[in-house]
């Protein structure tokens, strides 16, 4: 079956500058999120999108944007770049229209580092 | 705030033997909850869930109980295989669209020979 699709898988970046992470949800997926886990850590929510619309937003810093698009994939973008924000970020995605529609499904994941 | 704690950061048991991850909440509204498995460097791969109008959910080896009154759920893996080897996630929602989840720490099971 098909699965949620990050890209890219690695990426490195100096400080101050900027990164685009791409999400591809499970197809027929709706909903998608997006996840910070730092190292040694809990993934943190960071922003949601319902049908291309924000629907929560978390711990998610100004110098951050996403959006949701036509086709459903989403971008996360980084500005600005600090030290802090090296992490593992993923996407998950999940649709009320399914049985267990709560259940969010995740990708792989996007290593970040910050140098 | 850690709204979702799993108190337990490893755990290790023998092969063909159960594994017991526990979870407890602090969050009343909380009312879907879901079980992760993750490997280094992957994605939390989806296990099982229960709402919490259920006390237990099964799928396979793998039981989920859910006391509301305690705040407390726990995954239960009979029997346990090498290959169930890795960190198991604990995560709850306020249940509907698009609700985010909130991650407990995590425990580390490791299932020896």
């Known amino acids: 079956a098909a699965g949620v699709i990050q890209s890219p898988r690695h990426l490195i970046k100096e400080k101050r500058e900027t990164a685009t992470l791409k999400c591809y949800p499970i197809?027929?997926?709706?909903?998608v999120y997006w996840y910070q886990q730092g190292p040694g850590q809990d993934p943190q929510f960071l922003i949601s999108?319902?049908?291309?619309?924000?629907?929560d937003k978390g711990s998610i810093p100004d110098r951050f944007s996403a959006q949701q698009f036509s086709d459903y994939h989403s971008e996360l973008n980084m500005s600005s770049l600090e030290l802090g924000d090296s992490a593992l970020y993923f996407c998950?995605?999940?649709?009320?229209?399914?049985?267990?529609?709560?259940?969010?499904?995740f990708g792989p994941g996007t290593r970040l580092l910050v140098l | 705030d850690q709204q979702v704690k799993q108190n337990s950061p490893s755990l290790s048991v023998q092969e063909g033997r159960i594994s017991i991850l526990n979870c407890d909440y602090t969050?009343?509204?909380?009312?879907?909850f879901l079980w992760y498995k993750k490997y280094p460097a992957e994605g939390p791969t989806f296990l099982i869930s229960?709402?919490?109008?259920?006390d237990k959910n099964e799928d396979g080896r793998f039981t989920v109980f859910l006391n509301k009154s305690a705040k407390h759920l726990s995954l239960h893996i009979v029997p346990s295989q090498p290959g169930d080897s890795a960190v198991y996630f604990c995560?709850?929602?306020?249940?509907?669209?698009?609700?985010?989840?909130?991650f407990g720490t995590g425990t580390r099971l490791q299932v020896t020979l």
């Open positions: 229960i709402s919490s109008i259920k």
């Open positions: 969050n009343s509204m909380f009312d879907y």
């Open positions: 995560a709850a929602s306020e249940g509907g669209t698009a609700s985010k989840l909130t």
């Open positions: 197809p027929r997926h709706d909903t």
């Open positions: 999108f319902y049908e291309k619309m924000q629907s």
């Open positions: 998950a995605s999940s649709s009320m229209q399914e049985p267990r529609g709560e259940t969010q499904y």
